[in-house]
C-alpha cells in the first residue's frame, strides 16, 4: 500500500503537542512539520512542567479552548525544570494520559538515553539530524505513521 | 413264777426280740406281757408302754374270736385290725404260739408294705414304697429326713415325680415302664435329682425294686431306694485300682516263693521259682535246697540257714547266687523269714526271692555311665537328642527343640534341618562326632554352633554315647547350651586346651577347685555336717594332700598326711580302705586313738570316706565332720559309702587336672621368662595363647587377644604369607620367616617368626607355636643399608639441598629414619635427635601441617611441594623450600632448600609491588574521574554542541528556500558553505563521541575469526563502489581472542582508509594477513596506496589530525584514533610503515 500524504489529510482537530525548550528547534521543527504537509494544530510547550499544565488544563492552560489530548507527543529530552524522561515517567503513571503516544525527538544518540526513554514507555525514538533536509524526511515518516496509520485510543482512557 | 420259769419266759422274750415280725407275749389273760420292738415300732409305741394291756386294747378281732387265743395249728391264723398310735389301722393275721404255763407267742403278720419298710427302717438308706400309680403308700424316717420335712404323712398318697427333679422325671418314668413290661425285677443305680421340702435340690441315686406280693399278684409293690453312691463310687473305684496295682505287681515282679523246711527239702515253690531254676515243680520238691546253690557258697549259706532255723536270727536278706538246670547263675535277692507253728517252734523258712542278674548288669552299666554323666547331667543337661544309624533323628526332648529352633524333630525332613541349622564349618565335624559316638559306644563330646536364620549363633555342648534305643543301636547326644560362658570358656578353654596339649595332658581341663568345692558342698549341705576336707592322695610322695575344705579352718590340719603316718586317723582310713563313721568320738573305741586329736580340731562325730579306684588303689580321703554327736541311720552310711567307688572318676580327673595346673604354672613360668613373644595358633580358631611379652609387642592383652582372629594383628598384605607358611605347618614343617604386624595403637612392626607344628593330644597337627621377636628396629636399619647399597649415601650426605627419610607407618605415624647434614644446617639442629623418633609425637605443633601433607603423598603418590616462611620482627628469617615424593611405598624423601635470600627479594618486591599498587591504586581513582568528566562532556556534546549546528544548517536552509530571490549567487554560496560546515562539524561531534563510547566500553573476549570479518567488510565496500577493481588479499585462519565488536570497528577503520586511499591507485591491492614476530601474533592490514611521509607518523592516531587535505579524502581524522584506542584496550600496539606512492601497512597485535 502506497501512503501518499496531501494537505487536508490530516484532521485538524488532531493536536500534536511539541514539548521543546530551544526556541531554534520550536521555529525549525514546525517548519519541518510544514514542509512534511502535516498541518495540525501544533501546541508548544517550553519544558515538561508546562506540558503536564497543558495536558492537565492546570495553570495558564486552565481556560484553554482546545479539549482532549494530543495525537502525539514529541518531546526533546534536555530541558529545564522538568526532563523529558521525568516528564514521560508522569503522564505514564497518570491513568488519563497514559496512552498518548510519545515520540522522542532529541539530538542525543546516547544509548542509555534511548534505553531509558523506551524504558519509561516512549513509543518511538528520533533522533534529530543536524541536515536540515534529512530533519524534515524523518518529521514526514513521523506525521504519517503516528497521525495516519496509527489508532490511538479515544479520551486517553 | 419258778426260777426256771423266769428264765423260759426271758428265754422266749430274747427270741421275740429277735424276730423281725411283730410279736408279742401274752399270758393265759390275753395281758400282754412283752412286745417286740418291731411291733412297737411298727405302730409307734414304746416297747414298754404295752405291756399289762389286754390284747383287746390293741386289736379288734372278727367277730367269733374269742379271747385268749390259743392256735393249734402253725398254719392257722386269725384276722385282725391293729390300731397305730396315730389311729391307722392295719389289717394283721395273727398266729399263736403256746409256750408253756399258759404264755403265748402271738405273731402278727403284718401286710408286705409294713415288712418290707421294717427292714428299710433298719437299713441307711432312704427309701419310699410307691404303687402302681406311683402313689408313695409309705417312707421310711430316712427318707423323711432326706427330703427335709416333717413327717411321712408330707409323702403319702403323693406322686413320686412330686419329689424328683424336673430333668430326672423321665427316668423315673421310663425305669417304671420297663419293670411293668417285666423287663427287670429291679433296676440299675440312677443319678437322680431330688426336690427337697425346703426347696433345696441333692443329686442322688435312686434305685427301684419290684416286689410282688406272694398272696396277690397283681398288688405290686415298687420300692425306690436311694443312696448317695458318689462315695462308694470312689471307693469303689479306689479299691479296684488297689486290686490292679498289686495284681500287676506281683505280674510284674514275678517274685519267687520258696519254702523249706528244717532240713532244708524244698516244701514248695511257685511258678516263678520253678522257672528260674529251670525245673519242674515236681522236680524240685523234697530236694535239698543246697543243692542249687553255688559250691563255693554252700558253707555260707547252710551257716546262714542254721542261724534262722536255730532261731539266731529272725530274719535275713541277702543276694545269693543259684545254679540253673543249664548249670547257669543267677543273682537273687533273698527276704528270708521263719515259720513258727502256733506253739513257737521253728518249722522252716519262707523265702522270696529276686531275680535281679539282670537289673545288676543293668546297674553297673547305669553306675558307669551315670558317673560320668553325673556331673553334667545335674548341673545344665538341658536337650537330649536321639540319632539313628542313618542318621535320622529318632527324638528330640524340648530343650534340644528349643535349641535347635525347631518343633517336631522326628519329623522326615528333620535330617536335613538339622544340617541346615548346624553352623557350616561345624557340620563335618557333628557328622564325624555322630560317627565316632556310634563307633565307639563310648562317650564323645564335642561343641558346635547352632546358627538358626536371623537368630544369633548359639553354642552347644553336645556329649554322645552309643545306647540302645527301641532294640536298635542309636547314639544318644545330651545337648547343653554353653552360648552364656563360651565366650570366657572359649578363651579359658583354648588357652587350657593348647596348655594341655603341650604338657601331653590326655584330658581336658575344667576348673578344679569348683569340682572339688561342689563335691563337699553338695554332701555336706545333702547330709548335714559342718564340714569336710577332700585329700587327694599323691602316689609319688605317698601322702595326702589337702585339695579342698569346707568350713573349718584350714591351718587347724595337716597339709600332708603320710599314707604311713600311724598319728593320723586319715592314715587310719587309708589302710581300713573302707569308710569310718563315728558318731561320738568320746565314746567310740575305734576312735581312741585319735580322739585328742580331732577333740582339738573340734571334731566330735564323724564320717571318713576313703575313694578308691576300679583297681582299689587309693585316690583320696573325703573326711565329713561334725562338731556335735549325730547318728548316721543305715541308709546314710550305705550313700557315703557308694562315694568310695562312686567318685573315683571325679576324683582321678581332679588330681590329674591339679597336676595339670602345677605344669600350666611351670609352663607359664617358662613363657615368661622367655623374652619373646609366643604365640600358638589353631588353623580353625586363630590365637589361642600369647604370652605375656607378645602382648607387649602387639599392645593388645590376654583377654583381647581371646576374641581376636590372627588376620586382626597381620597386616593385609602378608596374610598370603602367612597361608603359605600354615600350609609348611599343616605338614610337620617348621620355618623361620618375617611378617608385619599391626600393634593395638595401630603401629606396624616387623616381627621374625619362628614356628613349629602345634599338636593335640593325639599328635593331630592343629596349628602352629610361633616365637616373635620384634624386628621394626632392624628393619629400619636393613632398610638404609640397602639404600646405602644403591650407592646413594654418599650422595645423600653430601648434596647441597638438605634430604630427610621419612618412614610411614599405619595409620597415620612418621618416623624420621635419616636426615643429611645440610638438611641439620637449613632446618635446625635439633633435627638429629627426631631421628627415630615418631614426627607425629616429637615435632612442634607449628609443624604438623607438614605430615598432613605426607600423608597426601602416601595417599596419592604424587609428590607435594611447599614452603615455609619464618619471620622475625616483620622480615624473614629463614625460608624453607620442601619436596615430598616416595622413593619406597613407605618411605618419604623430603627434600628441603634455603630460599630465604629468595623470600627476602621476593618480600621486597611484594613490598614495592604493594606500593606501586597504591600509586596505580591512586591514579585509577584520578583517571577514574576524568573519565567521567570526559564521558559528562561526551555527553554534553551529543547535546548541546549539535543543537546550535542544527539552528545553523536550519535557518541557513530556510533562508535558501524562503528568500532565494533576494540573494544573489554569492549570498546562496555562502549560505551553502554555512550549511556544509555545521554538518561536517555534526559528524566531527559523532566522531569524537565514537573515540569515547570505545574508551568507555568493557572488553568481552572471545575467539574471533578476523580474517571472515575482514571478508564481510571488504565485501560491503565493495559493494558500495562496485565500479572499483581492487585485488583484495586475504589470509585465511587468522584468529584472536578479542572483543568481537571492538575488533570490527578497528577493522573496518583500517580497511577503510586502505580503500580509500588506494582510490586513485590503479591495480589497487588490499591486503590482511598475520605472521610471528619474536613470537608474538601480529596481524596486518596493508595496501599499495597513495603512503605517506614516516614523518608524520606520530600525528597519524591523534585525533582529527589529518595527512591529507580534506578535498582530497574524506574523513573526519578520528578514525585511525578509535583504532589505536581499541587495540591498546586489548594491550596490543600498533603502528604503521608506509612510503608516499608505495602504500601503507597498519601492524597491531593483540594480547591473548
Known amino acids: ?157 | 413264777m419258778s426260777s426256771s420259769m423266769e428264765d423260759e419266759l426271758h428265754k422266749w422274750i430274747r427270741i421275740v426280740d429277735a424276730l423281725i415280725e411283730w410279736a408279742m407275749i401274752v399270758d393265759s389273760n390275753s395281758r400282754i406281757v412283752h412286745c417286740n420292738s418291731a411291733l412297737a415300732r411298727g405302730i409307734g409305741v414304746a416297747q414298754g408302754e404295752l405291756i399289762g394291756l389286754g390284747l383287746g386294747n390293741i386289736l379288734r378281732f372278727d367277730s367269733g374270736v374269742e379271747l385268749p387265743i390259743t392256735l393249734v395249728e402253725p398254719s392257722e391264723s386269725i384276722q385282725a385290725i391293729i390300731m397305730t398310735r396315730e389311729g391307722t389301722a392295719i389289717e394283721t393275721d395273727i398266729r399263736s404260739a403256746r409256750v408253756r404255763e399258759g404264755y403265748s407267742v402271738l405273731i402278727l403278720e403284718t401286710p408286705k408294705e409294713m415288712e418290707i419298710l421294717q427292714v428299710l427302717d433298719q437299713g441307711l438308706n432312704a427309701a419310699v414304697i410307691i404303687n402302681n400309680e406311683r402313689l408313695i403308700i409309705d417312707a421310711n424316717q430316712r427318707m423323711v429326713d432326706m427330703l427335709k420335712l416333717h413327717s411321712k404323712s408330707e409323702l403319702v398318697g403323693h406322686d413320686i415325680l412330686d419329689f424328683i427333679s424336673k430333668d430326672h422325671k423321665d427316668r423315673v418314668i421310663n425305669a417304671l415302664e420297663m419293670m411293668t413290661r417285666g423287663e427287670s425285677d429291679s433296676g440299675d443305680w440312677l443319678e437322680m435329682g431330688i426336690v427337697r421340702g425346703d426347696g433345696s435340690d441333692m443329686l442322688i441315686d435312686m434305685k427301684l425294686m419290684e416286689n410282688r406280693s406272694p398272696s396277690s399278684s397283681d398288688s405290686r409293690l415298687i420300692i425306690a431306694v436311694f443312696q448317695d453312691h458318689s462315695e462308694i463310687r470312689t471307693a469303689l473305684k479306689r479299691a479296684q485300682e488297689e486290686i490292679h496295682l498289686v495284681r500287676s505287681y506281683l505280674e510284674i515282679a514275678g517274685v519267687i516263693f520258696i519254702a523249706l523246711d528244717r532240713n532244708a527239702k524244698i516244701t514248695f515253690i511257685n511258678s516263678r521259682g520253678c522257672d528260674v531254676l529251670g525245673y519242674s515243680y515236681d522236680e524240685l520238691i523234697g530236694k535239698s535246697w543246697f543243692d542249687f546253690v553255688p559250691a563255693n557258697a554252700v558253707d555260707d549259706v547252710r551257716r546262714m540257714f542254721h542261724k534262722l532255723i536255730n532261731g539266731k536270727v529272725e530274719g535275713v536278706r541277702l543276694r545269693r547266687e543259684i545254679v540253673t538246670k543249664e548249670m547257669g547263675k543267677r543273682l537273687i535277692e533273698w527276704n528270708t523269714v521263719i515259720v513258727k507253728d502256733e506253739k513257737g517252734l521253728i518249722q522252716g523258712l519262707i523265702s522270696s526271692g529276686e531275680d535281679i542278674t539282670e537289673l545288676i548288669e543293668a546297674q553297673k552299666k547305669l553306675e558307669e555311665s551315670e558317673r560320668k554323666y553325673r556331673s553334667v547331667i545335674e548341673q545344665s543337661l538341658t536337650g537330649i537328642v536321639i540319632i539313628a544309624n542313618d542318621g535320622e533323628i529318632l527324638f528330640g526332648n524340648p530343650a534340644i527343640e528349643a535349641f535347635l529352633g525347631m518343633q517336631e524333630l522326628s519329623s522326615p525332613s528333620t535330617k536335613e534341618y538339622m544340617q541346615r541349622v548346624i553352623h557350616p564349618e561345624d557340620l563335618d565335624r557333628f557328622e564325624q562326632f555322630v560317627r565316632t559316638c556310634m563307633r565307639e559306644g563310648s562317650h564323645q563330646s564335642i561343641r558346635i554352633r547352632i546358627d538358626n536364620e536371623g537368630r544369633n549363633i548359639r553354642w552347644l555342648e553336645l556329649i554322645g554315647n552309643r545306647v540302645s534305643f527301641l532294640q536298635e543301636e542309636v547314639v544318644q547326644i545330651v545337648a547343653i547350651d554353653i552360648t552364656q560362658n563360651m565366650k570366657l570358656e572359649e578363651a579359658m578353654d583354648r588357652q587350657n586346651r593348647a596348655i594341655a596339649s603341650i604338657a601331653n595332658a590326655t584330658i581336658k581341663l575344667s576348673n578344679i577347685e569348683d569340682i572339688g568345692e561342689n563335691l563337699i558342698r553338695g554332701i555336706v549341705s545333702a547330709y548335714e555336717f559342718d564340714g569336710g576336707v577332700l585329700r587327694l592322695y599323691n602316689q609319688k610322695k605317698k601322702c595326702f594332700e589337702v585339695a579342698k575344705s569346707i568350713g573349718m579352718n584350714r591351718h587347724i590340719f595337716a597339709d600332708k598326711v603320710p599314707l604311713d603316718d600311724e598319728m593320723f586317723f586319715t592314715a587310719y582310713v587309708a589302710r581300713m580302705r573302707k569308710s569310718v563313721f563315728s558318731e561320738d568320738i568320746e565314746t567310740d573305741p575305734e576312735i581312741e586313738k585319735y580322739r585328742n586329736r580331732l577333740r582339738s580340731m573340734g571334731v566330735r562325730s564323724l564320717a571318713s570316706i576313703p575313694i578308691l579306684d576300679e583297681h582299689n588303689e587309693l585316690l583320696a580321703i573325703l573326711n565329713l565332720f561334725n562338731r556335735k554327736p549325730r547318728e548316721f541311720v543305715p541308709d546314710d552310711k550305705k550313700f557315703l559309702r557308694t562315694l568310695e567307688r562312686g567318685l573315683s572318676n571325679l576324683i582321678q580327673r581332679l588330681i590329674i587336672e591339679r597336676e595339670l595346673i602345677l605344669s600350666e604354672e611351670q609352663l607359664r613360668r617358662v613363657m615368661t621368662d622367655i623374652d619373646e613373644g609366643v604365640i600358638i595358633a589353631e588353623f580353625e580358631n586363630g590365637l589361642i595363647f600369647a604370652n605375656d611379652k607378645f602382648q607387649e609387642i602387639i599392645g593388645y592383652d590376654a583377654e583381647e587377644l581371646a576374641k581376636m582372629t590372627l588376620r586382626d594383628v597381620i597386616v593385609s598384605d602378608d596374610y598370603g604369607l602367612i597361608e603359605e607358611e600354615n600350609v609348611k605347618r599343616a605338614n610337620g614343617e617348621s620355618s623361620v620367616f618375617k611378617c608385619r604386624m599391626v600393634t593395638k595403637n595401630g603401629e606396624i612392626r616387623t616381627v621374625r617368626v619362628s614356628a613349629v607344628p602345634f599338636r593335640d593330644k593325639g599328635g593331630q597337627i592343629i596349628g602352629s607355636i610361633s616365637i616373635i621377636s620384634d624386628l621394626t628396629g632392624q628393619i629400619i636399619a636393613d632398610e638404609m643399608r640397602r639404600i646405602s647399597e644403591l650407592k646413594f649415601r654418599k650422595f645423600f650426605e653430601n648434596l647441597p639441598i638438605g634430604v630427610q627419610f621419612i618412614e610411614f607407618r599405619e595409620p597415620d605415624r612418621f618416623f624420621l629414619v635419616d636426615v643429611n647434614q645440610a638438611a641439620v644446617q637449613i632446618m635446625s639442629e635439633k633435627l638429629e635427635k627426631f631421628v627415630g623418633t615418631n614426627l607425629k609425637e616429637t615435632v612442634p605443633p607449628s609443624h604438623k601441617e607438614f605430615l598432613e601433607y605426607y600423608l597426601q603423598v602416601i595417599g596419592s603418590g604424587k609428590p607435594w611441594h611447599g614452603e615455609r616462611v619464618i619471620e622475625r620482627n616483620g622480615e624473614v628469617s629463614v625460608a624453607i623450600e620442601s619436596h615430598a615424593f616416595l622413593v619406597l611405598p613407605n618411605l618419604l624423601a623430603v627434600t628441603v632448600i634455603d630460599i630465604t635470600e629468595r623470600a627476602r627479594t621476593r618480600r621486597e618486591i611484594q613490598r614495592m609491588n604493594e606500593q606501586l599498587g597504591e600509586l596505580v591504586q591512586f591514579r585509577t581513582a584520578e583517571l577514574e574521574e576524568a573519565n567521567r568528566e570526559l564521558e559528562a562532556f561526551a555527553y554534553s556534546v551529543s547535546h548541546d554542541l549539535r543543537a546550535p549546528l542544527r539552528s545553523v544548517d536550519g535557518f541557513s536552509k530556510a533562508i535558501l528556500e524562503d528568500y532565494e530571490t533576494i540573494l544573489d549567487e554569492t549570498g546562496k554560496d555562502y549560505l551553502h558553505r554555512l550549511r556544509a560546515a555545521a554538518i561536517r562539524m555534526g559528524k566531527m561531534i559523532d566522531d569524537i563521541l565514537r573515540l569515547s563510547r570505545v574508551t568507555r566500553v568493557t572488553l568481552t573476549r572471545d575467539k574471533v575469526n578476523l580474517s571472515r570479518i575482514v571478508r564481510e567488510i571488504m565485501g560491503r565496500l565493495q559493494n558500495s563502489e562496485s565500479e572499483r577493481l581492487v585485488n583484495v588479499v586475504i589470509e585465511e585462519g587468522a584468529f584472536a581472542v578479542c572483543d568481537k565488536r571492538l575488533i570490527t570497528i578497528a577493522l573496518q577503520n583500517l580497511l577503510e582508509n586502505a580503500w580509500k586511499y588506494t582510490r586513485k591507485t590503479n591495480d589497487a591491492v588490499i591486503q590482511f594477513g598475520q605472521r610471528d614476530e619474536n613470537g608474538q601474533r601480529v596481524f596486518f592490514v596493508k595496501d599499495n596506496g597513495i603512503g605517506f611521509d614516516m614523518k608524520y607518523e606520530d600525528r597519524l592516531f591523534t585525533p582529527f589530525q589529518r595527512l591529507h587535505a580534506l578535498g582530497d579524502f574524506e574523513g573526519t581524522g578520528i578514525g585511525l584514533s578509535i583504532v589505536k584506542r581499541i587495540i591498546n584496550k586489548h594491550g596490543g600496539r600498533i603502528w604503521a610503515r608506509s612510503s608516499i606512492g608505495d602504500g601503507t601497512t597498519f601492524f597491531f597485535t593483540l594480547s591473548e
Open chain 1, 1 to 157: 500500500m502506497n501512503f501518499v500524504v496531501k494537505k487536508g489529510d490530516l484532521l485538524e482537530e488532531k493536536t500534536i503537542l511539541l514539548v521543546e525548550d530551544n526556541q531554534d528547534d520550536v521555529i525549525l521543527t514546525k517548519r519541518a512539520l510544514k514542509k512534511a504537509n502535516i498541518l495540525n494544530k501544533i501546541v508548544v510547550c517550553s519544558d515538561g512542567i508546562e506540558a503536564l499544565e497543558y495536558l492537565r488544563d492546570e495553570g495558564e492552560f486552565s481556560n484553554k479552548e482546545t479539549q482532549g489530548y494530543p495525537e502525539v507527543i514529541l518531546l526533546d529530552l534536555k530541558m529545564p525544570r522538568m526532563s523529558g524522561i521525568e516528564f514521560l515517567k508522569e503522564i505514564r503513571n497518570d491513568p488519563k494520559l497514559r496512552f498518548i503516544p510519545v515520540v522522542i525527538l532529541t539530538s542525543s544518540k546516547e544509548e542509555q538515553d534511548v534505553i531509558e526513554s523506551y524504558d519509561m514507555g516512549a513509543n518511538s525514538y528520533i533522533r534529530k539530524p543536524v541536515d536540515f533536509d534529512q530533519f524534515v524526511a524523518a518529521i514526514q515518516t513521523l506525521g504519517l505513521y503516528w497521525l495516519v496509520l496509527n489508532i490511538a485510543p479515544k479520551g486517553g482512557t
